[in-house]
């Protein structure tokens, strides 16, 4: 199909790319493209409805994301929100598929959803050119998975929706379950199990303070130790060797051989020293860090008129500022303004 929008064009000098002042190469872009989300995940939102931000057009996420890959970014995820709620989503993915990384490859393209659309969207979005899609889902039976969601019905929309997405080409299909103690931490041994039947890779995510309400304590979040441990006694783990040194999963195989979980512990054993990651929120500000204080309105300058060139100095300068590290945990740490729904996760 011929090309609809104009603006796909990467072009970045060689000493462009995209570092930042701690030595650190950012490579990989994550992109809100609506902070709007047809669940209430119980440890997410409040279910008031909070504020919600303004969405760009698809032809101005293009334009943007354009400009990080002339930058070197090498694989973009699309998130939200729900990213399945946005129009336009199909056209979205069809276009950045027609984009190369600086060395000439395709772009790697892949998406997070809760799975609720999956079922109708899974084979249009793979033909579009997705490489992969990470579901999540924080429970394996339904009562708990709704208790969870607060929408009755979930639980089979989002099973059709990985079922799709396998039967679509969309793999290794991963499935993110954020545990929480008290909440689902009772899952952990029967996502072991599902991991296998369902041939997916279930990764744990420690929690972060980044919900809408006051939910997080140190006590809530279940540790990378005891998940292992836990899972061990039920079927014995073997500890794989990272792929890439910015991979912020612990990947481990069942003793068998067969099949694989992660576990992704920004809380008890950060990676912010490997991390290669900026975030672009659907209203068009670069965050580089999810824990950032301050937000940096890419969008705004596009507005004024000023040229690509000018958009990639900015860009530039401002990953140069990337912190750190988060605080998570220490004395004065503090909250950024928007949560993860509205961040994008
Ligand atoms: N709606 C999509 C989805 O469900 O994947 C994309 C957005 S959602 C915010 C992205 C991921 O962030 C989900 O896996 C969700 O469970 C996770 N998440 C939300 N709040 C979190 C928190 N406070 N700590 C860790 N992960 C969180």
């Known amino acids: 199909m ?3 929008f104009p603006t796909l064009c990467p072009t970045a000098t060689p000493d462009a790319r995209l570092t930042d002042s701690h030595g650190r190469v950012i490579h990989d872009l994550r992109v809100s493209i609506t902070d709007r989300c047809n669940y209430k995940c119980v440890y997410c939102r409040t279910g008031e409805g909070g504020a919600l931000y303004p969405e760009l057009s698809i ?12 930058l070197g970014i090498t694989k973009v995820r699309l998130t939200g929100g729900e990213p399945l709620l946005r129009r336009g989503l199909v056209e979205l993915v069809e276009e950045l598929a027609r984009l190369h990384t600086l060395s000439g490859e395709p772009l790697d393209l892949a998406l997070t959803t809760n799975g609720h659309l999956l079922g109708s969207l899974a084979a249009p979005l793979k033909a579009a050119g997705l490489n992969r899609v990470t579901v999540s889902m924080d429970a394996v039976d339904a009562p708990t998975f709704e208790r969870i969601t607060r929408v009755p019905g979930s639980f089979q929309n989002v099973l059709g929706g990985i079922r799709a997405a396998r039967a679509a080409g969309l793999t290794p299909l991963k499935i993110n379950c954020v545990l929480l103690r008290g ?9 072991a199990l599902f991991a296998r039947q369902e041939d997916v890779v ?9 919900e809408e309400g006051r939910l997080w304590s140190p006590q809530i979040v279940v540790p990378l130790t005891e998940i292992v441990e836990r899972i061990g006694r039920v079927l014995p783990l073997v500890e794989l060797p990272p792929r890439e040194p ?4 612990r990947r481990y195989t069942f003793a068998d051989g067969a099949g694989e979980i992660g576990i992704i512990a920004p809380v008890s054993q950060a990676f912010c020293g490997a991390c290669s990651r900026v975030r672009l929120t659907s209203d068009g500000k670069i965050r580089t860090c999810l824990f950032s204080q ?11 008129g000023v040229d690509d060139a000018e958009l990639r100095a900015y860009i530039l300068r401002t990953v140069q500022g990337k912190e750190a590290r988060h605080h998570i945990g220490e004395p004065g740490f503090l909250k950024p303004s928007r949560s993860m729904v509205h961040i994008g996760g």
């Open 183 to 191: 909440f689902n931490d009772g899952q952990i041994e029967s996502f």
């Open 2 to 4: 011929a090309a609809v």
């Open 246 to 249: 910015s991979e912020t999963a």
């Open 294 to 304: 301050v937000e940096h309105d890419l969008y705004g300058r596009l507005r004024t």
């Open 59 to 70: 032809e101005e996420y293009l334009r943007l994301i354009g400009l990080f890959v002339g």
């Open 202 to 210: 279930v990764r744990f995510i420690e929690f972060m303070p980044l």
